[in-house]
Structures are given as structure tokens and as C-alpha cells.
């Protein structure tokens, strides 16, 4: 019995953990595509992009169409969000998206979501301190907020 259980919870941490090859073909915004081959809708983990409606949404939005529109990617499975599987994004050449976006500017890193991600948190800091993207403004909204004041609702990442 002691030996089931360990196999059973080795198959569910692997099964958690899983990579998978999608391949999107719909960006909605900064942090959201839908891919195939079954239409799923995605959340990347570990940021939360500017809305649309935002100073720079759009520009994140074709960030992302640049870096995963219609190319293979890699994803792993880091939780849900509203229904969508939330996950980290690598592309055949092993650039983690997230990572990307928060280089240039064009996301905040979410700790409380992805927590110890040391190079998340830098890239993020260098973006600001160089005033890239969404960092040029003189006061930027975080998401969340922007979200929340928008629809006087819930602030979590969409």
C-alpha cells in the first residue's frame, strides 16, 4: 500500500509539472493567447501585463504576438485563474516569456503568484531603473489596480 501511494503521488506531481507543445494562434492581451490545438485559453504565469485600455497594453500585446504568435512553445502547467490554466511560456530557443516581457518593460512581476523567481524580480528592477516601457511613465498603474478601479470589483490578476 505504502508503495501505491508514492507512485500515485509521484504520477500526480509529474502530471502537475507536465510540459506541453501548443501552439498559439490568438493573442488576446499582454498575458493572454489562446493556442492549439484545442483552443485553450492561457494565462502567463508569474506577470501580469498592462490592460489594453492601459498606457503600453498594446504595446505588450504585440510583444507577445512577436514572441509566441503561431510559433511552437512550451508550456507548463502553474495553477488556474478564472478557468484558464495558468502557465510558463518557453519558446524553442528556451526564452521564457515572461521573462522577456518584464526585460523590456512591458509587465510587473507577481511575487504573491510566482514566488522566488530571483530573475523575475531583476529583470523587472532594470526595466525601471532604465525606464523601459510601461516604466517611462511618470506614474504607472499597476494592472490589478487599474483593473479594480476600473470595474470597482475584484483586483487578482484576469
Known sequence: MKTFILLLTALIVIGCSAADTVKPFFIIDGDTFLAAPDSVNYRLWGIDAPELDQPWGR???AALMDLIHRKRVTVIRRGTSYKRPVVQVTTT???DVALELLKM???WYTPE???DREDYKK???EAR???RGLWSERNPVNPAEHRQNR???DASAD
Open 59 to 61: 504595446a505588450a500585446k
Open 93 to 95: 530557443n528556451d526564452r
Open 105 to 107: 518593460g512591458l509587465a
Open 113 to 115: 503568484f510566482a514566488p
Open 123 to 125: 529583470a523587472e528592477a
Open 129 to 131: 531603473e532604465a525606464k
Open 151 to 153: 470595474k470597482g470589483g
